[in-house]
């Protein structure tokens, strides 16, 4: 099974760390968003990933090479924003005589189980019922099956509330590409950009079946706020009763669990967690943190700090509250 994973996008609600930091390799839980897509497709049997890139893409490339190196890899750039059937459509020469594809977006995080969707036999579309559908594609369903027989793009009054969260399994790349090729051809755009919705619609319109797979966990890492509530659940998804080693290995510090630890991380004098996560290299001292990402490589002194960001090879110290800092920053409030 091969993947495509668009990740071009600029992450501009993520800024100040979009700056120097491609959205996707953002800490969540220990490691990077696009880590956590990759590793739970590579479980499920996926050996070949093609990565849609744009902004810092030569930073995502050589991420993924080092980490993945075992898989099958390739890197296209799209550098006009023209929309998720565009990004798709960049991949026709590498993908369009393959058996089967799976795409998958690289800006959410699904947890789903990936192989029984690979078991349907037949294309897929994962869907979760939300409060509020107007914001989402949806899906409509035949009446009392899973089989599709529409999708609707951010519609005012959308006749079912089961929203596409992102992960598309298509048993047919060579319909799915003329579906791509015939909205280009045509100019159909929605919000002026060309959506993989329209093509899985003109796919449809060609008696292609196609069913819906409810999942449970859809975590959104598109802003601060909602990168802190996934990285709460990631940690409570991935919780480990490691207590007793994080006490033998961090005796001057109190670590209040579900946390993350880095390598090679200095802990002394703190009280860290619930909810902490720590890539490797960090140092706080003197400090309460909780319900925070820390980049690799920062130091916190003095501070109290709860809800907050901070990027890599930062300096924090004397401060309290809640703090949202790029990488390379020095943050000092006098006493």
């Known amino acids: 099974m091969k993947a495509i994973i668009p990740v071009a996008g600029l992450g501009s609600r993520m800024r ?25 497709l590579v479980a499920a049997g996926v050996d070949g990933v093609t990565l849609v890139t744009g902004y810092l893409g030569d930073r995502i490339e050589e991420h993924v090479r080092k980490q993945y190196s075992h898989l099958t890899l390739n890197f296209v750039r799209q550098d006009q924003m023209l929309g998720l059937g565009h990004a798709i459509a960049l991949c026709k020469k590498i993908h369009e005589n393959d058996d089967r594809l799976l ?42 099956t899973n089989e599709i027989i529409g999708l609707i793009e951010k519609a005012e009054n959308p006749p079912t509330n089961l929203a596409i969260v992102g992960v598309y399994l298509v048993n047919d790349p060579k319909l799915l590409f003329a579906g791509l090729d015939h909205i280009m051809n045509n100019n159909i755009r ?68 579900p946390v993350h630890i880095g390598r090679n991380c200095r802990l002394e004098n703190s009280v860290v967690g619930p909810y902490v996560s720590t890539m490797d290299n960090v140092t706080i001292i003197d400090s309460i943190v909780k319900d925070s990402t820390i980049g690799q490589k920062s130091a916190l002194k003095r501070v109290n700090l709860h809800n907050s960001m901070i990027g890599e090879e930062t300096q924090v110290e004397a401060v309290s509250g809640a703090l949202n800092v790029g990488d390379h920053s020095t943050v000092n409030v006098a006493e």
């Open 16 to 40: 100040p760390h979009t700056h120097t930091q491609p959205k996707v390799l953002l800490q969540v839980a220990g490691k990077a968003m696009l880590d956590h897509i990759i590793d739970d």
């Open 190 to 257: 929605t919000k002026n950009e060309y959506q993989l919705t329209d093509a899985l619609a003109y796919m449809l319109a060609k008696n292609h079946r196609m069913l819906s797979f409810e999942i449970t966990e859809w975590l959104d890492c598109g802003k601060p706020e909602t990168l802190l509530e996934t990285n709460r659940r990631l940690l409570d998804l991935n919780k480990a009763d490691n207590s007793e080693e994080l006490r033998r290995q961090f005796p001057k510090a109190v670590i209040i669990p």
């Open 103 to 144: 795409i998958i977006l690289g800006d959410t995080i699904v947890k789903a189980d990936f192989a029984k969707m690979f078991s349907l036999g037949e294309s897929a579309l994962a869907v979760k019922a939300v409060d509020d559908p107007r914001r989402f594609g949806t899906v409509e369903n035949r009446k009392g």
